[in-house]
């Protein structure tokens, strides 16, 4: 499966942002899918993921960014509220087995498809 991530940008703080990631090549909805975000100088940190119809959310995001998934459109999106400075940094979306346990969807070494960052700036 092929990964597009799409949607950063600049955003004021409080404001709202929608992350896409478009799948090509397999269904997304075969996959284990996540979301993670790297600050300059650090390790990749996730974010949230989506298998099969439930969701996982870093404690730092949970209550403000939302996963979700369009089948028909074999996307998977982010949709992040209030957005605070602290949540500028790349975005990456990503996808691994169908199988991975619950404790494995934190680990970006899980997954093996990766698309491109988008850049996410939250600043006045």
């Known amino acids: 499966v092929q990964l597009q991530a799409s949607g950063g940008g600049l955003v004021q703080p409080g404001g709202s942002l929608r992350l896409s990631c478009a799948a090509s090549?397999?269904?997304?909805?075969?996959?284990?899918s996540g979301w993670f975000r790297q600050f300059p100088g650090k390790e990749r940190e996730f974010v949230g993921a989506?298998?099969?119809?439930?969701?996982y959310y870093a404690g730092s995001v949970k209550g403000r960014f939302t996963i979700s998934r369009d089948n028909a459109k074999n996307t998977m999106y982010l949709q992040m509220n209030t957005l605070e400075p602290e949540d500028t940094a790349v975005y990456y979306c990503?996808?691994?087995?169908?199988?991975?346990?619950?404790?494995?969807?934190?680990?970006?070494?899980?997954?093996?498809?990766w698309g491109q960052g988008t850049q996410v700036t939250v600043s006045s």
């Open positions: 090549g397999r269904p997304l909805s075969g996959y284990s």
């Open positions: 990503a996808a691994g087995s169908l199988s991975l346990i619950v404790s494995s969807l934190w680990s970006p070494d899980q997954y093996n498809y």
């Open positions: 989506i298998r099969r119809s439930s969701t």
